[in-house]
């Protein structure tokens, strides 16, 4: 089984650390991974990807050819659509509809959302705003992941749990418990 | 139990060559290699052996102090990016003429696509050049193993190894299986003065010592473990064979997975070429495909190699493009492929550029500067390298040139020779120790009339915040270089002061001679870090 994820957002968005958390699962269960990031320049309030890949087979490339990947998982939902041709015909993408306009040529909020409601296989919710009205506004992004968690498949949401409390471990257990909490809601939300 | 670890190819070579025994790393920041030095700096075992990491001024200091490490008989490593090993040139050519004492590694890691970079110039041709060995993996896991090769054959042949990498090695991440840490080398000086000293009448010695090594250097990559050739049936005749260098194998692996057809493959991980295994893949074969990430290196040498009777196709003949970085599908489709078909692109996005960040000191430093900019029509402003290059950009489109490491003050100068009024140069101030001090001395020789602005946010920014080996020095250097006290000047770039700023870039550029403005304000990013550091270690 292989699944190819791309990761999509705006520099400081903290998609990475939910490539983080996925990778922590991964190596601890045996999953092969492979995932190519982008550092340097674009982390400058720039777009920002990353490509994974997950198998129980060998994988050889480090970036996803066009129209294989499974899901893509955005913090923003025009970057979410950057990166269509990449996406299968039957792949789902998981992500956020608050827009993050720094750019003057950003299109109407209306306009992006509209356009993304095309796609069929979609689960989009404004996930900024649901991690502020449950007091967890740094949490977006874990919200996210639960989002995706079924769409993951290959890595178990108690796999996933355990990561989290992997990756935040160092920084006390009453962050460990918000991002569990946060993890819950978002698979809570995308039944 | 072996360890296993996920590690960008950054990382994997790091702990490899601390594993192989490292004793220094030198370098000087610079994507995509940086993080394989900041990895030694934090690891703890490269803490507790005491191993050098200090961050150098440039890539040419930084070649040098291995070099020496490696005549004292230690194992160095030399990190830098491709545009880097233009920088260290004279030191990296020589120090195949020298040989080494100690294993010496340099690292060049290439960006084809340019995706932080100003071209794509490919170091495979620096190793040819100098004559040495060079390594080029294939995936993190062979990063790893190829650092205790690279340092053991070092030290056998008595040469420098290369160790080429593109970014998407170099920055992407997969499980390593780790090996035990082997000792540190004891110091030895017992070396041959005549080898070291290159004078013509020792230069003449030992260049002939390393043209007599390169058939050795060919043998080891016929027999190396890093190269292999995959052939189906050797007395069948094949319509076509491929050639995949470092990464490009990946892409032929992928490409092959779910395809019948049989393929006689080379993989090629270690230069010089191996000439006999391409041979006999010429005999069996009625064409060869050359994959390789950056230029046409390979495509070129194998074309004189294989007999005129067989073609040769790569990025020279169209088979795959001319520039960029190659990808699962660029290799599919050259392969003769099919491609997957995903969703049609979506018109509705829009590029996304980086930007200076909001309440980063450079952004004062261009308005600033477009004001005064405004009032002399005939201004240039000549940039430099690092995170204020991003003012040639919306909403500032401030700087009319960007080259290499130091040519803003060069270039102003030259262009000041030439009658251009003002001439303006905006250089950080990292890159001004890098490559700026010497362009300015010329400036003050002259007294040319030009208006230098080190913007010093205390730090190496684009790279992600490193040590900038001037911090505090600033006015030290440039009085010492003989810069005049009245026209140095040191200003807070912040919108309250922008009157002050504006008064003092008007006189200075009114001035006929050469004129330092130094705005310092910290970077926002290292001192936000730094704040939330402070918030962390209270609570």
């Known amino acids: 089984m292989t699944r ?19 990778g922590d699962a991964a190596t601890r269960t045996g999953i092969n991974l492979k995932q190519a990031e982008v550092h340097g320049m674009s982390q400058r309030g720039g777009d920002v990807q990353s490509n994974m890949r997950l198998s129980t087979e060998k994988i050889w490339s480090d970036l996803i050819p066009e129209g294989e990947a499974d899901i893509i998982i955005s913090m923003e939902p025009m970057e979410a ?19 993050f306009r720094n750019i003057p040529t950003y299109p109407e909020d209306e306009a992006v959302l509209d356009e993304l409601h095309k796609i069929k296989n979609l689960v989009a919710l404004p ?65 | 139990m072996k360890d296993k670890l996920l590690l960008l190819g950054d990382e994997a070579i790091a702990l490899g060559a601390i594993n192989a025994g490292l004793s220094g790393v030198y370098a000087y920041p610079g994507t995509p290699s940086t993080e394989i030095t900041e990895f030694i700096q934090s690891n703890s075992l490269a803490k507790q052996r005491g191993i050098h990491s200090r961050w150098c001024t440039n890539e040419k200091t930084a070649m040098e102090a291995a070099l020496g490490m490696s005549f004292a008989g230690k194992r160095a490593l030399v990190c830098m990016k491709h545009v880097g090993m233009n920088v260290a040139a004279d030191a990296f050519i020589n120090s195949a003429v020298t040989g080494v004492n100690g294993g010496l590694v340099v690292v060049a890691a290439d960006d084809p696509s340019m995706h932080s970079s100003q071209n794509e110039q490919d170091s495979r041709f620096y190793g040819k050049f100098a004559m040495i060995p060079i390594f080029e993996p294939s995936s993190q896991q062979e990063a790893y193993d190829m650092m205790k090769k690279a340092f053991s054959m070092s030290e056998e042949i008595k040469l420098p190894v290369l160790l080429r990498i593109v970014t998407r090695l170099a920055h992407s991440r997969a499980d390593v299986t780790i090996s035990e840490p082997i000792a540190e080398n004891n110091i030895n000086l017992d070396v041959n003065r005549s080898e070291w000293v290159l004078l013509p009448v020792n230069a003449k010695r030992q260049y002939n010592k390393l043209v007599d090594k390169q058939a050795l250097l060919i043998n080891n990559s016929e027999k190396s473990d890093f190269n292999n050739f995959n052939i189906a049936d050797c007395k069948k005749r094949y319509k076509r064979g491929i050639i995949a260098c470092g990464i490009g194998y990946n892409y032929v692996m992928e490409s092959m997975q779910n395809v019948e057809e049989k393929i006689p493959l080379i993989k090629v991980s270690q230069y010089p070429l191996p000439v006999q295994m391409i041979e006999k893949l010429s005999e069996v ?13 390979v495509e070129e040498q194998v074309k004189a190699i294989a007999p005129d009777n067989v073609k040769v196709s790569g990025r020279l003949t169209g088979a795959l493009p001319r520039v960029g970085e190659l990808n699962p599908d660029f290799v599919r489709k050259g392969l003769g492929y099919e491609v997957t078909e995903g969703f049609a692109k979506s018109n509705i996005v829009m590029p996304r550029p980086p930007a200076l960040c909001m309440g980063c000191g450079h952004r004062d430093v261009y308005n600033a500067l477009k004001t005064i900019v405004a009032e002399y029509k005939d201004a240039k ?39 251009v009024f003002p001439a303006i140069a905006v250089i950080g101030d990292s890159t001004f120790t890098h490559s700026g001090m010497t362009g300015l001395l010329d400036a003050v020789n002259e007294n040319a009339n030009i208006t230098v602005i080190i ?18 020095k600033f ?14 000047h040191v200003v807070v770039p912040l919108p309250k002061n922008m009157e002050e700023i504006d008064r003092i870039l008007r006189q200075e550029i009114e001035y006929k001679g050469v004129s330092v403005i130094i705005p310092r304000r910290e970077c926002v990013q290292t001192l936000n870090r730094k704040l939330r550091k402070q918030k962390a270690e209270k609570q």
């Open chain 2, 455 to 472: 913007s010093d946010n205390l730090t190496t920014a684009m790279t992600g915040g490193q040590d900038s080996a001037g911090t505090n």
């Open chain 2, 285 to 297: 074969c009625e064409e060869i495909i050359i994959v390789e990430d950056g230029q046409p290196f």
């Open chain 1, 81 to 99: 659509m950057r990166y269509l041709p990449f996406l299968e015909k039957e792949g789902w993408i998981i992500t956020s509809t608050d827009t």
């Open chain 1, 4 to 22: 190819n994820i791309i990761f999509a957002g705006v520099g400081g968005q903290g998609i990475l650390s939910i490539a983080t958390i996925i």
């Open chain 2, 381 to 419: 402003v000549f940039g430099d390298i690092g995170c204020y290059t991003l003012g040639a950009l919306p909403p500032f489109t401030a700087i009319d040139s960007c080259v290499d490491m130091g040519a803003s003050i060069t270039m102003a100068k030259g262009a000041a020779d030439a009658g």
């Open chain 1, 127 to 191: 996930i900024e705003n649901i991690a502020k009205e449950n007091s967890m506004p740094k949490c977006a992004n874990v919200i996210l992941l639960g989002m995706a968690s079924k769409y993951i498949s290959i890595i178990s949401r108690d796999e996933l749990r355990q990561s989290i409390i992997n990756v935040f471990e160092r920084k006390g257990e009453s962050i460990v418990e918000m991002n569990l909490k946060a993890f819950d809601l978002g698979v809570e939300l995308a039944q």
């Open chain 2, 475 to 488: 006015e030290a250097i440039c009085l010492g270089l003989g810069v005049e006290r009245e026209h140095l």
